[in-house]
């Protein structure tokens, strides 16, 4: 079983440049998140989709974060214009569904290093 | 709201010794899931354990046991038989079974290095 892929590994780029991330769930899962990692810290949510709708944006900087999964299946991220605290691993998992209520399994993809200077 | 607390930014261990890795909890929920995940240099996260805050059975996975204390929100992670591939970051977190959220709390995690 093919597990969460995530595109690209790395991204360098320049304060108040735009960048998006791509990532593909394992196939069947209906729950994708998206979760920032700063260094030293542990992942945050950012957002939690349930097929193609939002289940949870409350922690996303919606006035430069932006993330969409229009056919529910991947998704893709968006930063809009990046500042230097955006620096972080940008993680995607996914679940087979929303726990009901016990939760299911959340399995990560690799993570996209994201460094803005 | 809940927080997760890893007061260990590293530990070492020899390889075969044992090693336990020390969380700490707050919540006012009665009910909860609380799981330790491990994550190496490739960055992906894996679940190595999972407890059900309604079940007072510590939770075990082959080399891998938690010692589970509610009243001290207590939920530390005992590695027995180290192995060099268990050398990772290893995360701590709360997920409450309320609301329609399925958001896991991490904690800040601790390092862990294992020496032949």
């Known amino acids: 079983e093919a597990g969460v892929a995530q595109s690209p590994r790395y991204k360098i780029i320049e304060k108040r440049q735009s960048v998006a991330f791509w990532c593909n769930p394992i196939?069947?899962?209906?729950?994708l998140y998206w979760y920032q990692q700063i260094l030293g810290q542990g992942p945050k949510l950012l957002i939690q989709?349930?097929?193609?709708?939002?289940?949870?944006d409350s922690q996303l900087p919606k006035d430069r974060f932006s993330a969409e999964r229009l056919k529910g299946v991947d998704s893709t991220l968006k930063i809009q214009p990046a500042k230097l605290e955006d620096s972080a691993v940008y993680l995607c998992?996914?679940?087979?569904?929303?726990?009901?209520?016990?939760?299911?399994?959340?399995?990560f993809g690799p993570g996209t290093r994201l460094t803005v200077t | 709201a809940q927080t997760v607390t890893q007061s260990q930014p590293e530990m070492s261990v020899q390889e075969a010794e044992t090693v336990t890795l020390s969380c700490t909890y707050d919540?006012?929920?009665?009910?909860?899931?609380l799981f330790w995940y491990k994550q190496p240099p490739s960055r992906q996260m894996i679940l190595v354990i999972r407890?059900?805050?309604?079940?007072?059975q510590n939770a075990t996975e082959n080399r891998f046991s938690v010692n589970f204390q509610k009243a001290a929100k207590s939920f530390s992670l005992k590695i027995s038989d180290s192995q060099l591939g268990d050398a990772a970051m290893y995360f701590c977190?709360?997920?409450?079974?309320?609301?329609?959220?399925?958001?896991?709390?991490f904690g800040t995690g601790t390092r862990l290095q294992v020496f032949p």
């Open positions: 977190a709360y997920r409450s079974p309320y609301g329609n959220t399925d958001k896991l709390i």
């Open positions: 989709f349930q097929n193609n709708g939002v289940v949870d």
């Open positions: 998992a996914s679940s087979l569904a929303v726990s009901d209520p016990v939760p299911y399994e959340q399995y």
């Open positions: 196939s069947g899962h209906a729950t």
């Open positions: 919540t006012s929920e009665s009910d909860y899931y």
């Open positions: 407890q059900e805050a309604y079940k007072q």
